[in-house]
Protein backbone atom coordinates (compact mmCIF):
# COMPACT_ATOMS: atom_id res chain seq x y z
CA UNK A 1 0.00 0.00 0.00
CA UNK A 2 2.94 2.13 -0.29
CA UNK A 3 1.66 3.98 -3.31
CA UNK A 4 -2.16 3.39 -2.00
CA UNK A 5 -3.66 1.85 -5.01
CA UNK A 6 -6.23 0.81 -2.99
CA UNK A 7 -7.61 4.69 -1.63
CA UNK A 8 -10.32 4.70 -5.13
CA UNK A 9 -12.13 2.39 -2.62
CA UNK A 10 -13.00 5.65 -0.45
CA UNK A 11 -16.18 5.65 -1.12
CA UNK A 12 -16.81 1.83 -0.49
CA UNK A 13 -18.42 1.11 2.50
CA UNK A 14 -17.05 -2.10 4.55
CA UNK A 15 -19.82 -4.48 3.38
CA UNK A 16 -18.62 -3.99 -0.41
CA UNK A 17 -15.01 -3.53 0.34
CA UNK A 18 -15.94 -7.45 2.18
CA UNK A 19 -17.79 -8.06 -1.09
CA UNK A 20 -14.69 -7.41 -3.34
CA UNK A 21 -12.55 -10.08 -1.36
CA UNK A 22 -11.87 -13.33 -2.79
CA UNK A 23 -12.55 -15.84 0.10
CA UNK A 24 -10.27 -18.78 -1.38
CA UNK A 25 -7.68 -16.44 -1.89
CA UNK A 26 -7.13 -14.78 1.74
CA UNK A 27 -4.23 -15.05 3.48
CA UNK A 28 -4.04 -17.71 5.94
CA UNK A 29 -1.38 -16.22 8.09
CA UNK A 30 -1.24 -12.30 8.46
CA UNK A 31 2.15 -10.68 10.36
CA UNK A 32 1.76 -7.04 12.03
CA UNK A 33 4.44 -4.77 12.49
CA UNK A 34 1.86 -2.43 14.83
CA UNK A 35 3.53 0.92 14.60
CA UNK A 36 2.92 4.27 15.51
CA UNK A 37 1.62 4.54 18.36
CA UNK A 38 3.96 7.09 20.22
CA UNK A 39 3.18 9.16 17.52
CA UNK A 40 -0.42 9.12 17.47
CA UNK A 41 -0.30 9.87 21.06
CA UNK A 42 2.04 13.15 20.71
CA UNK A 43 -0.46 14.27 17.29
CA UNK A 44 -2.97 14.68 19.92
CA UNK A 45 -0.85 16.05 22.75
CA UNK A 46 -0.94 13.47 24.81
CA UNK A 47 1.98 10.68 26.53
CA UNK A 48 2.71 7.91 24.40
CA UNK A 49 1.13 5.20 26.26
CA UNK A 50 -2.22 6.62 25.25
CA UNK A 51 -0.84 5.38 21.49
CA UNK A 52 -0.58 2.06 23.03
CA UNK A 53 -3.77 1.97 24.84
CA UNK A 54 -5.63 2.81 21.66
CA UNK A 55 -3.80 0.65 20.07
CA UNK A 56 -5.36 -1.93 21.94
CA UNK A 57 -8.58 -1.47 20.18
CA UNK A 58 -7.20 -2.06 16.87
CA UNK A 59 -5.42 -5.64 17.89
CA UNK A 60 -9.44 -6.72 19.06
CA UNK A 61 -11.20 -5.32 15.80
CA UNK A 62 -8.25 -7.08 13.73
CA UNK A 63 -9.06 -10.41 15.49
CA UNK A 64 -12.60 -9.61 15.30
CA UNK A 65 -12.06 -9.47 11.50
CA UNK A 66 -9.91 -12.53 11.27
CA UNK A 67 -12.21 -14.80 13.04
CA UNK A 68 -15.09 -13.32 10.59
CA UNK A 69 -12.75 -14.11 7.50
CA UNK A 70 -11.79 -17.61 8.69
CA UNK A 71 -7.68 -16.39 8.53
CA UNK A 72 -6.71 -18.63 10.78
CA UNK A 73 -3.29 -17.47 12.08
CA UNK A 74 -2.38 -13.40 12.84
CA UNK A 75 0.96 -12.97 14.42
CA UNK A 76 1.30 -9.61 15.57
CA UNK A 77 4.76 -7.68 16.89
CA UNK A 78 3.96 -6.33 19.86
CA UNK A 79 7.30 -5.57 21.75
CA UNK A 80 10.64 -6.19 20.44
CA UNK A 81 14.35 -7.17 21.71
CA UNK A 82 15.55 -3.74 21.18
CA UNK A 83 12.18 -2.10 22.51
CA UNK A 84 13.69 -2.64 25.71
CA UNK A 85 16.25 0.42 24.91
CA UNK A 86 13.21 2.31 25.88
CA UNK A 87 12.55 4.53 28.67
CA UNK A 88 12.05 2.75 31.66
CA UNK A 89 8.67 4.38 32.42
CA UNK A 90 7.79 3.59 29.05
CA UNK A 91 8.91 0.60 28.86
CA UNK A 92 7.33 -0.27 32.34
CA UNK A 93 4.03 1.21 31.29
CA UNK A 94 3.88 -0.94 28.17
CA UNK A 95 4.14 -4.14 30.56
CA UNK A 96 1.19 -2.69 32.57
CA UNK A 97 -0.79 -2.46 29.49
CA UNK A 98 0.04 -6.03 28.21
CA UNK A 99 -0.68 -7.80 31.90
CA UNK A 100 -4.38 -5.65 31.82
CA UNK A 101 -4.85 -6.65 28.08
CA UNK A 102 -3.95 -10.57 28.72
CA UNK A 103 -6.14 -10.31 32.16
CA UNK A 104 -8.84 -8.49 31.26
CA UNK A 105 -9.64 -10.23 27.65
CA UNK A 106 -8.33 -13.65 28.44
CA UNK A 107 -12.42 -14.81 29.01
CA UNK A 108 -13.08 -12.96 25.59
CA UNK A 109 -10.01 -15.24 23.64
CA UNK A 110 -11.36 -18.44 25.31
CA UNK A 111 -15.33 -17.44 24.18
CA UNK A 112 -13.73 -16.64 20.44
CA UNK A 113 -11.81 -19.89 20.22
CA UNK A 114 -8.54 -18.06 19.78
CA UNK A 115 -5.24 -19.86 20.89
CA UNK A 116 -3.04 -17.68 22.14
CA UNK A 117 1.22 -18.10 22.14
CA UNK A 118 3.99 -15.71 23.10
CA UNK A 119 7.01 -15.51 21.09
CA UNK A 120 10.22 -14.38 22.40
CA UNK A 121 12.53 -14.30 25.22
CA UNK A 122 9.76 -13.88 27.61
CA UNK A 123 11.92 -14.67 30.83
CA UNK A 124 13.24 -10.90 30.50
CA UNK A 125 9.69 -10.11 31.41
CA UNK A 126 8.33 -9.14 34.58
CA UNK A 127 7.39 -12.10 36.80
CA UNK A 128 3.64 -10.74 36.80
CA UNK A 129 3.81 -10.55 33.05
CA UNK A 130 5.35 -14.36 32.49
CA UNK A 131 2.24 -15.16 34.82
CA UNK A 132 -0.20 -14.00 32.99
CA UNK A 133 1.74 -14.90 29.38
CA UNK A 134 1.73 -18.83 31.02
CA UNK A 135 -1.67 -18.70 31.94
CA UNK A 136 -3.41 -17.56 29.01
CA UNK A 137 -1.08 -19.70 26.84
CA UNK A 138 -2.36 -22.41 29.04
CA UNK A 139 -6.01 -21.36 29.22
CA UNK A 140 -6.45 -21.16 25.25
CA UNK A 141 -3.72 -24.01 24.58
CA UNK A 142 -6.92 -26.20 22.89
CA UNK A 143 -8.70 -23.58 21.16
CA UNK A 144 -8.36 -23.82 17.63
CA UNK A 145 -10.51 -20.85 15.17
CA UNK A 146 -7.40 -18.56 15.02
CA UNK A 147 -3.51 -18.71 16.48
CA UNK A 148 -2.79 -15.55 17.35
CA UNK A 149 0.72 -15.38 18.50
CA UNK A 150 2.16 -12.00 20.03
CA UNK A 151 5.65 -11.26 19.79
CA UNK A 152 7.05 -10.16 22.90
CA UNK A 153 10.75 -9.14 23.95
CA UNK A 154 11.17 -11.00 20.26
CA UNK A 155 14.09 -10.71 17.81
CA UNK A 156 14.95 -12.42 14.60
CA UNK A 157 18.50 -12.99 14.97
CA UNK A 158 17.90 -13.77 18.70
CA UNK A 159 15.19 -16.56 17.15
CA UNK A 160 17.75 -18.31 14.90
CA UNK A 161 20.17 -17.70 17.72
CA UNK A 162 17.96 -19.89 19.94
CA UNK A 163 17.28 -22.55 17.15
CA UNK A 164 21.39 -22.73 16.30
CA UNK A 165 21.61 -23.51 20.51
CA UNK A 166 18.78 -26.14 20.53
CA UNK A 167 20.07 -27.60 17.28
CA UNK A 168 23.80 -28.39 18.43
CA UNK A 169 22.24 -29.36 21.72
CA UNK A 170 20.37 -31.77 19.64
CA UNK A 171 22.96 -32.63 17.91
CA UNK A 172 25.23 -33.65 20.77
CA UNK A 173 22.34 -35.97 22.23
CA UNK A 174 21.96 -37.50 19.26
CA UNK A 175 18.25 -36.53 18.76
CA UNK A 176 19.48 -35.00 15.35
CA UNK A 177 21.17 -35.99 12.61
CA UNK A 178 24.07 -33.23 11.70
CA UNK A 179 24.47 -34.61 8.08
CA UNK A 180 20.22 -34.39 7.83
CA UNK A 181 20.02 -30.51 8.42
CA UNK A 182 17.72 -28.47 6.12
CA UNK A 183 15.15 -26.07 5.77
CA UNK A 184 13.04 -28.48 7.13
CA UNK A 185 15.11 -29.00 10.04
CA UNK A 186 15.43 -24.99 10.68
CA UNK A 187 11.92 -24.05 10.66
CA UNK A 188 11.21 -26.96 13.22
CA UNK A 189 13.68 -25.44 15.57
CA UNK A 190 12.30 -21.65 15.24
CA UNK A 191 9.58 -20.08 17.86
CA UNK A 192 6.83 -19.82 15.19
CA UNK A 193 6.98 -23.67 14.20
CA UNK A 194 3.59 -25.05 13.83
CA UNK A 195 2.84 -21.92 12.11
CA UNK A 196 3.11 -21.62 8.11
CA UNK A 197 5.03 -18.46 7.10
CA UNK A 198 3.12 -15.41 6.78
CA UNK A 199 1.44 -15.16 3.26
CA UNK A 200 1.03 -11.00 4.39
CA UNK A 201 3.14 -8.87 6.42
CA UNK A 202 1.17 -5.55 7.31
CA UNK A 203 3.33 -2.30 8.55
CA UNK A 204 1.81 0.91 9.71
CA UNK A 205 2.62 4.12 10.44
CA UNK A 206 5.08 4.30 7.05
CA UNK A 207 7.81 3.14 8.06
CA UNK A 208 9.66 0.41 5.67
CA UNK A 209 11.78 -1.73 7.48
CA UNK A 210 11.31 -4.92 8.76
CA UNK A 211 12.97 -3.99 12.43
CA UNK A 212 13.90 -7.60 13.31
CA UNK A 213 10.56 -9.49 12.66
CA UNK A 214 10.41 -12.81 11.39
CA UNK A 215 13.45 -12.60 9.48
CA UNK A 216 13.48 -16.45 8.34
CA UNK A 217 9.86 -16.82 7.87
CA UNK A 218 9.33 -13.40 5.76
CA UNK A 219 11.44 -14.53 2.58
CA UNK A 220 8.60 -14.91 0.25
CA UNK A 221 6.02 -12.93 1.99
CA UNK A 222 4.03 -10.06 0.63
CA UNK A 223 5.11 -6.86 2.21
CA UNK A 224 2.06 -3.51 2.86
CA UNK A 225 3.21 -0.50 3.91
CA UNK A 226 0.45 1.87 4.74
CA UNK A 227 0.89 5.19 6.33
CA UNK A 228 -2.22 4.81 9.00
CA UNK A 229 -0.89 4.74 12.40
CA UNK A 230 -1.38 1.62 14.39
CA UNK A 231 -4.51 3.06 16.78
CA UNK A 232 -5.76 4.40 13.41
CA UNK A 233 -5.87 0.82 11.62
CA UNK A 234 -9.11 -0.60 12.06
CA UNK A 235 -11.56 -2.96 10.08
CA UNK A 236 -11.51 -0.87 6.74
CA UNK A 237 -7.46 -0.86 6.23
CA UNK A 238 -7.25 -3.93 7.42
CA UNK A 239 -9.77 -5.23 4.30
CA UNK A 240 -8.02 -2.74 2.06
CA UNK A 241 -4.60 -4.55 2.49
CA UNK A 242 -6.64 -7.99 1.89
CA UNK A 243 -7.42 -6.41 -0.99
CA UNK A 244 -4.23 -5.25 -2.32
CA UNK A 245 -2.79 -8.58 -1.42
CA UNK A 246 -5.26 -10.25 -3.44
CA UNK A 247 -4.08 -7.84 -6.66
CA UNK A 248 -0.10 -9.00 -6.03
CA UNK A 249 0.92 -11.81 -8.05
CA UNK A 250 2.80 -14.13 -6.55
CA UNK A 251 5.58 -15.63 -8.38
CA UNK A 252 8.16 -17.79 -5.34
CA UNK A 253 10.88 -17.03 -8.43
CA UNK A 254 8.94 -18.22 -11.00
CA UNK A 255 8.31 -16.62 -14.34
CA UNK A 256 4.76 -14.73 -14.43
CA UNK A 257 1.26 -16.59 -14.68
CA UNK A 258 -0.50 -17.24 -17.96
CA UNK A 259 -3.23 -16.95 -15.78
CA UNK A 260 -5.40 -14.01 -16.73
CA UNK A 261 -5.92 -12.02 -13.25
C1 LIG B 1 4.67 0.71 18.24
O1 LIG B 1 4.50 2.09 18.39
C2 LIG B 1 4.54 -0.02 19.55
C3 LIG B 1 5.82 -0.48 20.12
C4 LIG B 1 6.97 -0.46 19.51
C5 LIG B 1 5.78 -1.00 21.48
P1 LIG B 1 5.74 3.02 18.71
O2 LIG B 1 5.81 3.17 20.20
O3 LIG B 1 6.96 2.57 18.07
O4 LIG B 1 5.24 4.41 18.09
P2 LIG B 1 6.10 5.42 17.26
O5 LIG B 1 6.78 4.66 16.17
O6 LIG B 1 7.09 6.03 18.20
O7 LIG B 1 5.13 6.41 16.74
C1 LIG C 1 8.93 -2.29 15.74
O1 LIG C 1 8.62 -0.95 15.96
C2 LIG C 1 8.60 -3.09 16.95
C3 LIG C 1 7.17 -3.17 17.27
C4 LIG C 1 6.18 -2.71 16.56
C5 LIG C 1 6.86 -3.87 18.49
P1 LIG C 1 9.75 0.09 16.41
O2 LIG C 1 9.09 1.42 16.46
O3 LIG C 1 10.40 -0.37 17.64
O4 LIG C 1 10.79 -0.02 15.22
P2 LIG C 1 11.86 1.03 14.68
O5 LIG C 1 12.66 1.47 15.87
O6 LIG C 1 11.10 2.17 14.08
O7 LIG C 1 12.64 0.28 13.67
MG1 LIG D 1 7.82 2.90 16.26
Redesign the pocket.
Given at each position: MSHHPASNFDHLSEGELTAKLEPELLPKHVAV???GN?RWAELRGLPRIAGHREGINSVREMITLCLELGIRALTI????Q??WNRPTQEISALMELLEHYLSTERASLIEQNVCFRAIGRHELLPPSAQHWVRTTEKETAHLDKLSLTV?LSYGGRAEIVDAVKTMMEDVQTGTLQQGLIDETTIRQYLYTHPLPDPDLLIRT?G?T?I?N?LLWQLAYTELCFTPTLWPDFRRREFLLALIEYQRRERRFGRVPSTVPS
Open positions: IMDGYAFSENASERSF
